[in-house]
């Protein structure tokens, strides 16, 4: 039996087909669909449209909570060469090497700390919690992202207000139903340079984004050429 021949296409395909192409291409939608005047302008918006790529939703910036003073701090401690906390391995994977090693940049997934299982156990809560409990002496001029659980982003706002000293910048994205939106609520209402995305939305990838965004900036501050995309 011969297949039967494909019918004819009624789709009518974008031409951009490298990735430096289909980013710009992305870009340049996100702009047309949300034109000026936007919630965000300069770096920040920089920062808002590759939140909106990396979740293809434009539905998100009315949440985005973006501040001039986060972004100042999070692109000085990029260009110290801090470390990036992330509360999993997924958001570590986000965060391509390749674009921090030239400022000097290192990752550390909490997952990836000795004995967490052990700590999380004994104290009856998540690892991702406990991971933030035991890095909270060493979190001054780093950045800690958080994507995926919000017990770690409430765990981070308990310990700060018991006195830790607070990290250059959070990245507080975590998505999901329990305790999601109220976490990032509670960030939003803090006094700490973060950003965030308020409600349910929110994700490793997203909050990943934020970091690349601040390296690219970073970089080009230090006459570096941003990384191109994939």
Do not use: Y
Not at 101 to 112: I, K, N, Y
Not at 118 to 139: C, D, K, P, W
Not at 165 to 181: C, E, R
């Amino acid at each position: 039996m011969k297949n039967s021949p494909l019918p004819p296409c009624s789709v009518e395909l974008d031409p951009a087909c490298t990735p430096a192409a289909i980013e710009a291409r992305s870009f340049a939608l996100i702009d047309a669909e949300i034109p000026e005047p936007r919630p965000f302008s300069g770096p920040l918006w920089t920062v808002a449209r590759r939140c909106v790529h990396t979740l293809g939703d434009t539905d998100i910036v009315p949440d985005l909570r973006l501040s001039p003073q986060g972004l100042e701090a999070g692109v000085a401690a990029l260009r110290a060469g801090c470390t990036v906390f992330t509360d999993t391995r997924m958001a570590a994977a986000g965060l391509p090497m390749r674009r921090l090693e030239p400022l000097g940049v290192t990752v550390t997934p909490l997952m990836a700390l000795p004995g967490l299982a052990e700590l999380a156990h004994s104290r009856g809560t998540t690892r991702s919690r406990a991971g933030l409990e035991a890095i909270a002496g060493n979190m001054a001029g780093n950045i800690v992202v958080i994507g995926n659980a919000p017990t770690a982003l409430l765990g981070l706002l308990e310990v700060l207000e018991r006195g830790a000293t607070p990290p250059a910048l959070i990245v507080g994205m975590p998505v999901g139903f329990v305790n999601a939106a109220q976490s990032k609520e509670l960030l939003r209402q803090s006094p700490w340079p973060h950003f965030t995305l308020l409600g349910r939305k929110g994700g490793s990838a997203v909050a990943a984004a934020c970091v690349n965004a601040l390296a690219d900036l970073a970089l080009e501050q230090c006459g570096l050429a941003p990384l191109a995309a994939l």
